[in-house]
């Protein structure tokens, strides 16, 4: 039980924000990478 706590623990530690944050920043990256290959036309 207490190996799953702190399973459970880790998992949860970062926030939504920092999730929110870091899904943009990926997001930002995978479109400039689309856009070099012509699959976005902004």
């Known amino acids: 039980m207490k ?5 459970l623990a880790e998992r949860y ?10 899904v943009s920043e990926r997001e930002k990256k995978v479109n400039a990478h689309l856009k070099k290959m012509g699959f976005i036309r902004k």
Request: hydrophobic letters at 25%.
């Open 13 to 22: 530690e970062t926030t939504l924000p920092e999730l929110t944050v870091g």
């Open 3 to 7: 190996q799953r706590i702190k399973e």
